[in-house]
């Protein structure tokens, strides 16, 4: 399924995606940069100096941004992109979701393992379901978001998730509401959709 649905904050940013030509909030897009030696970077922070340029995220957008040259267009300058510039993104994203969560799982505020999880959801002190896109249908159906599909994500596999939490495996995660958890969200959104397709 691969999905997450993140709430976006009111007043979210919105820019222009270099392929579709269509504007959206930031949540949806990847921003990338072009560096010192001419070649396209991938910003995921939302930091790096210069002019960025924002491509939807989905491995067809940014595939199609490199075969176009269209980052070359969009910097109006000599832009280089790799060819696999999509796995690039995908796993920076997946590592970056990944640690996050390692993050919160060290700051008391995620935990693993069906029954825990499905404690912190009795207790309404999760604020977001994660599951392991590869774990069985029926075992995911056993717990639900805490705020419905919008607090579910479910584009890490259980190796992922089990890195997050220094095991092999994991199904099930839970963490509560935090800044580490919204930048979980916003990255994860960004994720589900290079893993979508």
Not at 143 to 160: A, F, K, M, Q
Request: glycine share 8%; hydrophobic share 40%.
């Amino acid at each position: 399924m691969n999905e997450v649905h993140w709430k976006k904050p009111h007043a979210e940013a919105e820019r222009r995606c270099i392929v579709t030509r269509e504007t959206e909030g930031k949540s949806g897009l990847i921003r990338f940069a072009v560096g010192p030696d001419n070649q396209v970077v991938p910003d995921v922070l939302e930091k790096l100096p210069g002019r960025g340029m924002w491509v939807t995220a989905s491995r067809k957008a940014i595939d199609e941004a490199v075969s176009k040259g269209l980052f070359a267009r969009a910097a109006k300058a000599p832009a280089k992109a790799a060819p696999d510039l999509s796995d690039q993104v995908e796993a920076i994203l997946a590592r970056r979701v990944v640690d996050m969560v390692s993050m919160g799982r060290k700051a008391g505020r995620a935990v693993a393992g069906l029954e825990k999880v499905k404690s912190w959801l009795m207790d309404d002190k999760a604020a977001v379901l994660l599951q392991a896109s590869d774990g069985s249908e029926r075992g995911k159906t056993a717990l639900r978001p805490p705020d419905g599909p919008e607090t579910l994500i479910d584009c890490l596999t259980s190796s992922e998730l089990g890195m997050a939490f220094g095991r092999d495996t994991v199904i099930h995660a839970a963490m509560t509401k935090d800044g580490i958890t919204n930048r979980v969200l916003y990255d994860a959104t960004r994720l589900a959709g290079l893993r979508s397709e």
